[in-house]
């Protein structure tokens, strides 16, 4: 199967730093979505974003599906940004696979 | 708009007992999908229901099975738990088809002893 590679593994931010998190993949994938895990386990969808470039205020995501990474850009980091960070792909549109995650730390 | 309810939230059974999750979708997504999540890991797909029949199931044995509704909402079951079924099971819901961005339920925390 296709194999994720998040990077960092673990990351601790200056509150105010900006980070840029990474999602490799081992093949061509559909439906690349980041997805932000808050400490009380709650998986909100930050980006769907199957190429190109987006921005969601302090956030922002680039893929190129054609290099087949993926990056999540945070500004301005806050300590609600702490928590854990997932790429996640499908190959057609029935199976999601998960990487293996950042985990983040703002501290003040 | 009604986002992914889950319910209930935090659940404690003993081994070799059944389960029963259950997960409302979000309005107008007719697509459920469940995922296991242990501790300190990744979210692992189960299984995916789209319009009341399966399409799509991960690596987990038949005791772990699961229904759609004609209102889209949907059930988990486990039969036979076993301790390390223990983790934090989440239903997402989408519009199904290749462009659909998942969103999530808060997840039942399950406990297995």
């Known amino acids: 199967g296709i194999q994720v590679e998040q990077s960092p593994p673990d990351l601790i931010l200056q509150e105010g730093a900006n980070s840029t998190l990474r999602c490799n993949f081992s093949?061509?994938?559909?439906?690349l979505q980041w997805f932000h895990q808050n400490p009380w386990g709650q998986l909100i969808n930050l980006f769907y974003?199957?190429?190109g470039t987006k921005q969601n205020g302090r956030l922002s995501a680039t893929t190129v599906a054609t290099e087949r990474y993926s990056l999540l850009y945070i500004s301005s980091s806050q300590t609600t940004d702490s928590g854990v960070y997932f790429c996640?792909?499908?190959?057609?549109?029935?199976?999601?696979?998960f990487g293996t995650g950042t985990k983040l730390q703002v501290i003040p | 708009e009604t986002g992914v309810t889950q319910s209930p939230t935090h659940l404690i059974k003993t081994r070799g007992q059944q389960v029963t999750l259950r997960c409302s979708s979000q309005?107008?997504?007719?697509?459920v999908s469940w995922y296991q999540q242990a501790l300190g890991q990744g979210p692992q797909f189960i299984f995916q229901?789209?319009?009341?029949?399966?399409?799509g199931r991960g690596n987990f044995p038949p005791r772990f099975s699961g229904l759609q509704f004609p209102n889209y909402s949907s059930e988990l079951n486990v039969n036979a738990l076993e301790l390390d079924d223990s983790a934090l099971y989440l239903c997402?819901?989408?519009?199904?088809?290749?462009?659909?961005?998942?969103?999530f339920g808060n997840g039942t925390r399950l406990t297995v002893t």
């Open positions: 974003i199957p190429s």
């Open positions: 997402a819901s989408s519009l199904g088809g290749i462009n659909s961005p998942l969103h």
């Open positions: 229901y789209y319009r009341e029949e399966e399409n």
């Open positions: 309005s107008g997504h007719n697509t």
């Open positions: 996640a792909f499908s190959v057609g549109y029935q199976k999601v696979t």
């Open positions: 093949d061509s994938v559909n439906n």
